[in-house]
């Protein structure tokens, strides 16, 4: 390696020349190619099983994602006026390109269930917008007769009314996104217009992403430089370890667009990250450069580079495939955005290092050395610190690891109070247009997200028989009265009961399932011969052998959905004595399946991190009990993070589930610095707290470096449009925090009573 360097930067012009080309092409790539990832349902693996039959479940029953918009007049919506719209807003909907008009509802096209002398009737509400006092009333009283419909699409107080446009998954893009948008704003006036539903959720977040991105960037940049400025004290310096980072940044997201890999809402993070942890290759690099001209102040410029690529590039390599082994390890994730992160800051991760070898030695030839006094007096006085503290650690090391061991008894406490949450919604600030339009909503309403349990009979015309039926609405009474969270039901058997009522002039003693099996099949038939028997295919298949139950849900939080599935699964057993299997579909189980995904993707990927990372650390140095010691800082700091994680109630998602893999793939780098320099200053001095002070002046020193610059560009993160990333800036800034101390207190401290270096003297 140290021979290839030293070919490659006999020709500093041609290397730099070469880099640049190469990034311009990336630049190109990235321009013309990048894309945001809208789809909520591409997080996810879709040879999954779960994911398989919920899609065939979906296209059983038509089951799609809905816009909702929710229309609020004060006053009431029984006037003219406010109708009108509804029915102008409908008609609009449905004529867009990327919506079916049979796939909106609204109380100007719900149907009517109705009896008359002559059988069965299936009409809408009203096709004119009734006008005068006699008409709205009418309305009005058959709206209320009518469970079907009231408080489903008009709320309990008559003030709020629902359009539900259902969309399939492929449809949907930005520009749909903002004709929604649009399209409600210019219904304004007297009527308030809220728009949600997971289609507006997925086309918010594509539209803040690069947004956050766009704002995260600059800011990050200038954070670096200022407090690279301030640790290095050279403009050049500065801004040849900045270029290192800003390269491989643009390299990444170029791989990406040539392979054709979109940017999640995660990956949105990936240039922050890259340009926080990316510059400390260049710290070390420039701390030895700078020390060595403080050693040599008579050295040329090219003895001095020379030196600095010598003995720093074996800790440049280490430190770099350490983090980025701690990134690869998320490939275990199932869950798309995840496994891409890891993948691709992986590779920035290494882009960084090259560049840290090649483009800023080549940098330093072509446009010279920064200017530095060179004043060894000042450097010397500056080692007393490291004298004092290496003294001060090793007197109080007893209360270091007492200290140590009860800050990770109460994190231990705290991990088991972590909990997962893949709610999207979770992504916005609380008081964010979509958090309120979503939580209005659900106020007025069952709610915005929902669960399918798809039902599935062992025998054709299993759900006409009267006692699967009365099991159905068991189950749905069942979680409606136990849940607050669950706000409504719809099954096979909500038409039923409407059926039988109005077939018996409207009794509500009628209200139920009829109780025979001939009596169902007639209603059945009736409604087929209706004229719009398409409904009711969303609840029962045509053999009437499977069935869709839906429950709507008032959050789409993955502790919601499993508590709602854990009552269900109380029904299963009286179902199956009837012949009756259940599974579950939509949008919302896969969310849950979702969340499980990320908890094994991050039990298994921590695993495997700390495995190989300990693994390679003992074969680097060539001692496993090495291997372990390297590891005590990175475990500890896993502990303390997931520890007050539980403490402060932050949940697992897809953004802190990053987490782990960034403390072990950043923080082993501070351990591998200082054993590296703890061996080699091993190998001149025969006192081990000699060595000892040494490596607290020389690594000790870079390593706080690295630690303060990475953790203000991750504080950067604080100030992300979104929660879930700020949460991750300030806890990884805190694990790094961690890592520093650990490394330089309870790792040297282990080292230095090891002896692993002083055994053969």
């Known amino acids: 390696m140290e021979k290839v360097l030293s070919k490659i930067l006999k020709r500093p012009v041609l290397t730099l020349i070469l880099i640049l080309g190469i990034t311009g092409v990336f630049f190109f790539a990235m321009k013309e190619n990048t894309r945001m990832e809208t789809d909520l349902d591409k997080y996810m693996p879709e040879s999954h099983p779960s994911f398989i039959y919920s899609n065939q479940a979906e296209e059983w029953f038509n089951i799609k994602d809905g816009i909702i918009i929710a229309v609020e007049n004060k006053s009431g919506i029984y006037n003219s006026e406010t109708l009108a719209k509804i029915k102008s807003l409908t008609k609009e909907l449905g004529a867009m390109e990327e919506v079916d008009k049979s796939d909106v509802t609204s109380l100007y096209t719900a149907d009517n269930i109705t ?32 469970d079907m419909v009231y408080k489903r699409l008009i709320s309990e107080d008559e003030t709020v009314a629902l359009i539900i446009a259902n ?82 940044v643009l390299w990444t997201f170029g791989l990406m667009a040539v392979a054709g890999i979109p940017i999640y809402a995660v990956s949105t993070m990936i240039p922050v990250m890259l340009i926080a942890i990316g510059v400390a290759d260049g710290i070390h690099l420039i701390n030895h450069l700078r020390q060595y001209l403080v050693r040599y102040p008579d050295a040329d410029s090219d003895s001095a580079i020379d030196d600095m690529t010598k003995h720093m590039w074996k800790p440049v390599v280490m430190t770099s495939l350490t983090t980025a082994i701690g990134f690869v390890s998320l490939l275990t994730s199932q869950v798309y ?27 330093l030839k072509v446009m010279g050395l920064p200017k530095w006094k060179r004043d060894r007096k000042k450097v010397i006085e500056k080692t007393g610190f490291s004298i004092h503290y290496s003294a001060f650690i090793l007197k109080h090391k007893l209360a270091a690891l007492l200290i140590t061991a009860a800050i990770i008894f109460l994190s231990l406490w705290g991990m088991t109070n972590v909990w997962i949450d893949t709610s999207f919604l979770s992504q916005f600030e ?43 609405v068991e189950l749905q009474d069942d979680l409606e009265i136990s849940l607050d969270k669950v706000g409504n039901s719809f099954s096979i058997a909500d038409y039923l009961n409407r059926m039988n009522m109005v077939m018996h002039a409207d009794d509500p003693a009628y209200d139920r399932i009829p109780e025979t099996n001939e009596m169902v099949a007639q209603y059945l038939l009736l409604y087929e011969m209706s004229g719009d028997p398409e409904n009711i295919w969303e609840v029962v298949d045509y053999y009437y052998q499977k069935a869709n139950l839906t429950f709507q849900l008032k959050d789409d939080s993955s502790q919601t959905i499993s508590t709602a599935i854990a009552l269900i699964e109380e029904h299963t057993s009286g179902l199956r004595e009837l ?118 002046q020389h690594s000790g020193k870079a390593i706080l470096y690295n630690a303060l610059v990475v953790i203000a560009g991750f504080l950067v993160l604080t100030f992300s449009l979104f929660p879930p990333n700020r949460a991750l800036g300030a806890l990884v800034s805190l694990n790094m925090f961690t890592s520093f101390i650990g490394t330089i207190s309870i790792m040297a401290i282990f080292l230095y009573q090891s002896n692993i270096f002083f055994k053969k003297k």
């Open 430 to 472: 609380k008081d964010s247009g979509i958090v309120q339009a979503d939580r209005f909503i659900n106020d007025n309403f069952g709610g915005t997200s929902t669960l399918n349990v798809i039902l599935d009979a062992e025998e054709p015309d299993a759900f006409k028989n009267p006692e699967v039926l009365k099991a159905i």
């Open 337 to 363: 955005p995840i496994k891409y992160f890891g993948l691709f800051t992986a590779f920035g991760v290494m882009m960084a290092m090259l560049f840290s070898l090649i483009l800023l030695p080549a940098g």
């Open 579 to 696: 012949g009756i299997s259940v599974k579950y579909a939509g949008s919302g189980y896969k969310a849950l399946v979702f969340s499980q995904l990320i908890l094994e993707g991050q039990i298994l990927s921590i695993l495997i991190s700390l495995l190989i990372v300990i693994a390679l650390l003992a074969l680097m140095f060539r001692n496993l009990l090495l291997g372990f010691i390297a590891a005590l800082p990175i475990v500890i700091t896993a502990i303390i993070s997931f520890g007050i994680m539980g403490i402060l109630n932050i949940p697992l998602s897809t953004t802190t589930a990053l987490l782990s893999s960034i403390a072990i793939g950043i923080g082993i780098d501070y351990a591998v610095h200082f054993i590296e320099m703890y061996r080699n200053n091993a190998l001149g001095e025969d006192t081990k707290i000699r060595v000892l002070e040494n490596t607290m």
């Open 167 to 248: 969309i399939a998954d492929d449809v949907f893009s930005e520009a749909f996104y903002q004709d929604i948008q649009d399209l409600a704003a210019s219904y304004g006036g007297e009527e308030t217009i809220y728009v949600a539903g997971r289609p507006i959720v997925e086309g918010t977040m594509a539209t803040l992403g690069p947004a956050d991105m766009a704002k995260m960037v600059p800011v990050v940049i200038i954070v670096i430089i200022l407090v690279l400025y301030l640790l290095m004290n050279s403009v050049k310096a500065t801004l040849m370890t900045l270029a290192v980072v800003l390269f491989s």
């Open 115 to 146: 009896g008359s002398e002559w059988g069965l009737e299936v009409e809408p509400f009203f096709t004119k917008v009734p006008e005068g006092e006699s008409k709205l009333e009418a309305l009005r009283s058959a709206v209320k007769e009518n």
